[in-house]
């Protein structure tokens, strides 16, 4: 098996996931994992292939918001 992929953050993402629940982070935390070890074959519905080194990141939480359930998307560059 090849090493794990780097995953870059924005710090505007740092902020969001200080922000979350300790569940919240736990499951974020997982699918970081998950696609840092399977960046080049992870598809849908965990990630999307954006072009060149680039995948989103797709998600659920469970929690509800001002805005109803969330859906976070996130952009991730594996080297």
Known sequence: ???????EMEPE???WLAALSDRDFG???FLVG?????????GEPY?????GKV??????LLRQSEH????EVFDREVN
């Open 13 to 15: 993402v740092r902020s």
């Open 1 to 7: 098996m090849a090493g794990l992929y780097e995953v």
């Open 34 to 42: 998950f696609l840092a070890e399977r960046a080049e074959d992870l």
């Open 55 to 60: 995948r989103e990141l797709r998600f659920h």
């Open 68 to 71: 109803g359930r969330a859906h």
């Open 47 to 51: 990630a999307r292939h954006l072009g």
């Open 27 to 29: 499951r974020v935390d």
